[in-house]
């Protein structure tokens, strides 16, 4: 027998190994931009040392909604209704605003049918990371346009899409988001480093990735395909992220970067690439948005960022303990009270 | 037809054509026709409360129109020595006070009736067998409001103290009503209206002569009784039932019970020491999100619910349905209205019956509560939260606006004596002694499963919740045998329900031919209409009054008792009917008849009472 003993497994600062963050085998179609999100989400969690019993994960109906069950496998999940994640994650962080909430959503979700859930999440800034993982089709319904088709982009059967698309990082920006970001689910470097800056903010995180779906709209003529994302994202920094937790001196050419700190102490660094780009610049993130859509570009990269304003759970000025937890005594009023509420209808 | 023995007080329609009327006392219905958004409800309410504080046993109903102001407001209030307090047909003291229907409010009544109007509206014209006094308020008005602007608001303050002065209402009762109406921050307004009726008052003395018979006398029937409208008491329910999660989107009629709630819940459910609030309270972007909300707040542990009516249950049926097939406890309250879109919104009808019992597409079935008066719609918010919990489901309680909205004589609300039952939830420790668990495994042969709260702190507390196909642990099933499994314990989850249900308020009369079954509001109309086929009929009918569906064991022995059984509906399709046919035999079905009343009004007990005698050929 041998007494060679077996090389210890790498656990993160948690102590757990990555398994748990793995969740059920994907039955997504092979090359789906889905997983290489899903595999994303597994890795910065993993990696940041998020316990996953503090972790809910949520979602609406379609393919990227049912992602939720392969990763994280000891996070509570919920695979709610079509285009009303929103509402469910915003219900469950009012019964307990200590989780982290992710809800993945697709743009039939989002764009569509759970539209106005979407913009009024954004109006709230419910503390929560919002994935849209956005290809411009519906695939479980096989392949028809979702509202977040580009102009003039086309289907597999030839079908010319002729109406406006929906932008939900415009969205995001306008209607009150504080960590909007546009990615690739095929740029692992820089959607990573978007996740991770997503769980270290406080406020809502609106990430927009262009994934593409090889099944429905990987084709030639099509605006969300690998090839045509390979020739058109514009990537507006590089971007990299450093946990609070790792004591590293970050010393960067003030002319080349921006460093940003975030809500929990870890350091968002941009590495600036063809200009210098304020995030926190409101006006100024509409505009290269709508001048890159003018140039047939997609830009990626955080967008907008603002750290000041308050979560919705904060705004609503709850107790510390999750009201899930409370007791009897902390939520029925007493007897007294009954009679002097009695009295005044007598 | 056959006389009573118990010869009842005399009502304006039986004196009509006697010379010389006899008193009519503490047993008459007041209409005051206003226009709406003129203060009237304030008035209205002092003179209600008059009479209820001299003892005498008070209902009020607001007729209103769905709008902000300008629209005719009917407000009746009935006096009832018996302690009837449902809705009286016939109305016996009119105050006119709307120049748009106070021609047609008169010609209305029956004769005999008295009018108390506004002097230059000459409605003394239109008929000779009414008693009228003339008023001219305007007149009246200005010398106690030297304020133009609020003279409108003032005005209608001055009819209290004419119709207190007629009926010999106590004055100092009526003092006693309009401060407390106004409260102690409003003192400088409530002294003006008190200068108001005072003027009224001072004016019927001098100017009018009683000719009608109608009169208040003291009683001792209201004794440490409230007068609250079912939605406040639902609302101070959902409060005592330790409500964390509020999400609503506004709606006639059940806006006023979310308001009431988020008003008590500022009041008392603030932190000590921090002033941090125990609930959260979200005003949703509509009833999708509403429900969404709640059903998202039950699913990690808090007590949720959300209020609406028909059209946003319309709107909320995918998530019941989710919620249900999920096992999310959640709490629906339904202050039931008429009409789909603009339909009547502001009229009453027991329209929700079947959609809050079967609501939500494939087999779907949810516990409701019909309460029936505020002290029901405190205990059952409360009953309905523990349900709920226990159950992990969506439990409806069916109120309709005539409860919610309306001015109802109460007993106090009693506080809760048992404890709240938060149902089967494993904590951590549950799970380090037992190893893990099957979420919807049925361990107790209840059919009802555990379940963990997300952020529990055990590396087997997670599970994934989906509306689809799932096996006992969980996991993704789309295998006919975990589907029939799940399906028949949900059925079985049912059945135990079905015996934690508040149970049904029976009287039995001896001897009895027909029986009655009714729920909700309806119990007014037949406590009166019971005692009028008795008094005038000479026929006895027995009454069980549902209070909960899934319907109790003792229905189905009710019905056996009696030759033929007469189930009163407040809407066209006989929804109460329909809903206790589901799963009865042939037998007792043959032996069901419909009583329906859809007109948008309070149901009266005449209506029920001629429906029934038409229907026995008596």
Redesign the interface.
């Known amino acids: 027998m041998s007494t060679v003993p077996a090389a210890p497994k790498k656990v993160n600062r948690a102590g757990l190994e990555i398994l748990p963050y793995r969740g059920g085998k994907t039955t997504l179609c092979a090359g789906c931009g889905h997983n290489a999100i899903t595999e994303r989400l597994i890795e910065a969690f993993w990696e940041l040392g998020v316990e996953p019993w503090s972790v809910v994960k949520l979602s609406g109906i379609g393919c990227s909604s049912k992602t939720p069950a392969y990763f994280l496998s000891q996070s509570h999940g919920f695979n709610a209704v079509h285009g009303r994640a929103p509402a469910v994650s915003t219900g469950t962080l009012l019964a307990n605003h200590q989780l982290r909430c992710v809800t993945v959503s697709g743009d039939g979700d989002t764009a569509s049918i759970g539209i106005g859930h979407f913009m009024h999440m954004l109006r709230r800034n419910v503390p929560l990371i919002y994935i849209i993982e956005n290809n411009g089709v519906y695939g479980l319904t096989k392949g028809q346009f979702s509202a977040t088709a580009d102009l003039g982009a086309k289907l597999k059967t030839g079908t010319v899409n002729q109406l406006q698309p929906v932008d939900c990082c415009l969205a995001g920006i306008e209607m009150g988001a504080t960590l909007v970001a546009r990615s690739f689910s095929g740029d692992k470097r820089q959607l990573s480093a978007i996740l991770k800056a997503s769980i270290a903010h406080n406020g809502l995180s609106v990430i927009d990735v262009i994934s593409p779906c090889v099944t429905f709209n990987d084709h030639a003529g099509s605006t969300k395909s690998y090839a045509y994302m390979k020739d058109h994202d514009e990537p507006l920094h590089e971007l990299d992220f450093v946990p609070a937790f790792e004591e590293i001196d970050v010393e960067f050419d003030e002319g080349e970067s921006r460093v940003v700190e975030m809500h929990d102490g870890s350091k968002l660094v941009l590495h600036k690439l063809e200009r210098d780009y304020d995030p926190s610049n409101r006006i100024h993130a509409l505009e290269v948005l709508h001048e890159a859509t003018r140039r047939d570009e997609v830009l990626t990269g955080i967008i907008y960022l603002d750290r000041t304003r308050p979560s919705f759970t904060e705004a609503l000025n709850l107790v510390d303990a999750p009201l899930a937890t409370l007791a009897e005594e902390q939520v029925r009023p007493s007897r007294e009270i009954l009679e002097q509420i009695n009295e005044e209808f007598r | 037809m056959q006389a009573s023995p118990n010869v009842p007080p005399m009502s304006a329609a039986q004196y009509a054509h006697d010379e010389r009327p006899q008193r009519v006392v503490n047993d008459f219905s007041i209409q005051v026709a206003t226009v709406n958004g003129s203060g009237s409800q304030t008035a209205n309410i002092v003179l209600m409360r008059s009479i209820f504080q001299m003892g005498v046993p008070v209902s009020g109903k607001n007729l209103f129109p769905s709008n902000i102001a300008g629209l005719p407001t009917w407000f009746t209030i009935r006096a009832s020595c018996e302690g009837y307090i449902g809705r009286k047909k016939e109305i016996d003291f009119c105050v006119a006070m709307n120049p748009e229907t106070a021609q047609e409010d008169v010609m209305k009544l029956e004769p005999g009736a008295a009018v108390v109007y506004d002097a230059p509206l000459r409605l003394n014209e239109l008929r000779h067998d009414l008693h009228f006094y003339p008023v001219p308020f305007d007149q009246l008005v200005g010398p106690v409001c030297p304020e133009p602007k609020l003279r409108k608001l003032v005005r209608n303050m001055i009819y209290d103290g004419v119709v207190a002065h007629l009926l010999g209402i106590d004055l100092e009762e009526t003092r006693k009503a309009l401060y407390k109406q106004f409260g102690e921050r409003k003192r400088k307004a409530a002294e003006m209206n008190w200068g108001a009726v005072v003027a009224g008052r001072d004016y019927a003395a001098a100017h009018l002569e009683k000719t009608d018979p109608f009169a208040i006398e003291p009683m001792d029937r209201t004794a440490?009784?409230?007068?609250?409208e079912g939605n406040t008491a639902a609302a101070?329910g959902c409060?005592?039932?330790?409500?964390?999660?509020l999400?609503w989107y506004p709606i006639t009629p059940s806006s006023s019970l979310a308001e009431a709630l988020i008003h008590?819940l500022g009041r008392?459910?603030h932190?000590g020491e921090?002033?941090?609030?125990?609930?959260?309270v979200?005003q949703?972007?509509?009833e999708?999100?509403?429900?969404?909300?709640?059903?998202?707040?039950?699913?990690?542990?808090?007590?949720?619910m959300t209020c609406t009516s028909g059209p946003g249950i319309s709107l909320m049926s995918?998530?019941i349905g989710?919620a249900y097939y999920?096992e999310i406890p959640v709490v629906i309250i339904d202050v039931q209205r008429v009409g789909p879109s603009t339909g009547l919104p502001t009229r009453t009808m027991q329209g929700d019956i079947l959609s809050n019992a079967l609501v939500s597409h494939g087999d779907t079935m949810h516990p409701v509560l019909f309460p029936s008066s505020p002290e029901e719609c405190f205990t059952m918010a409360q009953a309905a939260f523990d349900l709920a919990e226990q159950f992990q489901t969506p439990v409806f309680v069916n109120m309709d606006l005539d409860l919610g909205m309306n001015n109802w004589m109460?007993d106090?609300?009693p506080?809760?004596e048992t404890?709240?039952q938060r149902g089967k939830v494993l904590t951590a420790a549950d799970l380090e002694r037992l190893g893990g668990f099957a979420r919807y495994k049925d361990v107790d042969g209840d059919g009802v499963p555990y379940r963990?709260?997300?952020?529990?702190?055990?590396?087997k507390?997670?599970?994934?919740?989906?509306?689809?196909g799932h096996n006992e642990f969980a996991v993704?099933s789309e295998r006919e045998d975990d589907w029939i499994q799940n399906m028949d314990r949900l059925a079985r989850k049912l059945e135990t329900v079905r015996g934690r249900l508040p149970a049904p308020d029976t009287q039995l009369a001896g001897g009895a031919k027909i029986g009655l079954v009714s729920a909700g509001t309806s119990r007014y109309a037949m406590e009166e209409s019971r005692d009028q086929l008795s008094r005038e009929y000479g026929v006895d009918a027995s009454w069980l009054r549902l209070k909960a569906f899934p319907f109790p064991v003792e229905l189905a022995g009710f019905i056996d008792r009696h030759d033929r059984v007469y189930v009163i509906d407040q809407n066209r399709d006989a929804q109460l009917l329909l809903l206790m046919r589901m799963n009865m035999s042939a037998e007792r079905i043959a032996k069901l008849r419909s009583v329906r009343y859809y007109g948008g009004l309070p149901l009266d007990a005449r209506t029920v009472t001629d429906s029934i005698v038409s229907q026995e050929g008596l």
Do not use: N, Q
């Open positions: 440490g009784k409230l007068i609250i101070l409060l005592f039932a330790g409500v964390t999660v999400t008590y008392y459910r932190d921090t002033g941090k609030a125990t609930y959260a979200v949703a972007e509509d999708l999100a509403s429900i969404g909300m709640a059903v998202g707040a039950g699913w990690a542990g808090a007590r949720s995918e998530f989710l999920a109460s106090a609300l506080y809760p404890p709240l963990t709260l997300p952020g529990t702190r055990h590396p507390a997670a599970y994934f919740t989906r509306g689809t993704y």
